[in-house]
């Protein structure tokens, strides 16, 4: 893309034009992931809705490949390739939160945090995500699961409509009125469909929320992990909490004895118990599978929850992650776990379940593209360090450790946890039996397959 053709898109868009020969670049091009190191010929750093239409369409008539950015949070690195025009939406960034229809209608490039602290606001909130700096588009289009899950299902649950970017450039608003076959398969089909400028959500009644966090030594795994999966999927839905293996991070809440030590823990969310009285009766059980090492309670404002594990894991580390889906934890699992606690690689690495039951099941398979309905935990492996020199050492952790555990899974994975270097079998099992209708939908918007930087779905004969 040479400096005329980036004249050309500069002067046509109202959001800055960023290429190689810019200052900002570097930083413009960087994503989340720091394994992630690519080169586009030029970041569109788009302002509104034809901004975005606007680069789909030059993108088209002059040739060029095109990625899409929302947040950067991609894994994998799908939203950045070398020499292709990134089109990013981080100047779409908004929230409007209408308290009395309970609804918020959020662009297209906002972060979590924008939508947590703007509902807050008014009491409300809804199911995205466990980290504030996460954007919006990704994690709804992949489906969407966080803290509120059990309570209020999964973020595409609560998607309300949309409005999208087709590949000829065009723009529709898509719900269960309008264009209904595309509001199907933007719940949890990815990318592969358009840009999607702006969401609108369905809140609910959501203020101080009980936080607890509880560790036990590694010995105990196994009898947590016993525990935990009965436990929990009889537990009220108010009550969310995934489990991890994790080096413990060095500050506050932790104790100065426990810093850095292997353990296993769960991560907690009432929307029931929400005041210290309550939150100590519900904990109660905690102790049941053996004595917990560490354990805190406290009720939060729920923006706090969602921004707590901000400061730990920033931009910039090295990541890789692989995923699955269980409907159960089976003993030959749980050894699993086990022996890959022992050799976790850094003190960030870690393995986290979150539960995807209760609200989340109670939805018709049939309504959205997410596939697992029947499934009770997404599980993430995540190999982690914010050194390059233990990029590969991160990689062969959470591959070794996924290809233990994956036979014990249900086959296919939540799509924002597929690491873009697998197959496309694993796409086709992430969809199970949705994949030729997500194909027959992706014929219709988008025959070209112009987007096709994601876990992507061939245009029905293609």
């Not at 409005?163 to 076959?181: F, I, M, R």
């Not at 999927?233 to 500050?251: H, S, T």
């Not at 991560?267 to 059980?285: I, K, N, Q």
Request: hydrophobic share 40%.
């Amino acid at each position: 893309m040479g400096g005329t053709a980036v004249e050309s898109l500069r002067e046509a868009l109202r959001g800055e034009v960023i290429g190689p020969e810019d200052p900002g670049y570097d930083e413009a091009r960087a994503i989340y992931n720091a394994m992630i190191d690519r080169r586009p010929a030029a970041v569109a750093r788009c302002a509104d809705t034809t901004d975005v239409r606007t680069a789909v369409r030059y993108a088209r008539e002059s040739g060029m490949d095109f990625t899409v950015r929302g947040g950067g949070h991609s894994g994998g690195g799908l939203c950045v390739t070398d020499g292709s025009l990134m089109i990013d939406l981080s100047g779409v960034r908004w929230v409007r939160v209408d308290p009395e229809a309970r609804t918020a209608l959020v662009g297209g490039g906002s972060l979590l945090g924008d939508l947590d602290h703007e509902a807050h606001g008014f009491g409300l909130a809804t199911p995205a995500g466990i980290m504030s700096t996460t954007g919006v588009g990704g994690l709804t289009l992949g489906g969407g699961h966080g803290h509120l899950t059990r309570a209020y299902g999964l973020t595409v649950d609560n998607l309300l409509a949309a409005d999208v970017v087709l590949a000829d450039g065009s723009v529709v608003t898509t719900s269960a009125e309008e264009h209904p076959d595309l509001f199907w398969a933007l719940r949890g089909g990815g990318g592969n469909f358009g840009v999607v400028t702006s969401f609108t959500y369905a809140l609910h009644p959501v203020d101080t929320v009980g936080l607890a966090v509880t560790l036990w030594e590694p010995e105990h795994i196994g009898a947590v992990l016993r525990w935990y999966r009965e436990f929990l999927p009889a537990a009220p839905e108010d009550l969310n909490g995934f489990f991890a293996v994790l080096a413990v991070p060095p500050g506050p809440p932790f104790p100065e004895e426990i810093h850095g030590r292997k353990m296993c823990g769960v991560v907690w969310c009432s929307t029931g118990a929400t005041d210290e009285e309550s939150l100590a009766r519900t904990f109660t059980p905690v102790s049941d599978p053996a004595p917990p090492a560490f354990h805190f309670a406290t009720p939060v404002p729920y923006p706090a929850l969602q921004s707590l594990f901000d400061e730990l894991i920033p931009k910039g580390l090295q990541w890789y992650w692989r995923g699955d889906f269980f409907d159960r934890i089976t003993d030959e699992a749980i050894d699993v776990h086990c022996t890959f606690l022992e050799n976790l690689p850094t003190d960030l690495s870690t393995m986290h379940l979150y539960p995807v039951d209760a609200a989340a099941h109670r939805p018709d398979p049939a309504d959205t593209a997410w596939a697992y309905r029947d499934a009770v935990w997404s599980g993430v492996i995540g190999g982690i360090s914010p050194e390059a020199s233990e990029a590969g050492t991160v990689r062969t952790w959470a591959v070794d450790y996924w290809e233990a555990l994956h036979p014990q899974s249900m086959g296919g994975a939540y799509v924002n946890f597929l690491g873009a270097d697998e197959s496309q079998d694993r796409v086709r099992a992430t969809y199970r039996g949705h994949y030729d209708r997500l194909a027959d939908v992706k014929r219709t918007y988008d025959p070209d397959n112009v987007f096709h930087h994601n876990q992507n779905i061939a245009p029905a004969g293609s």
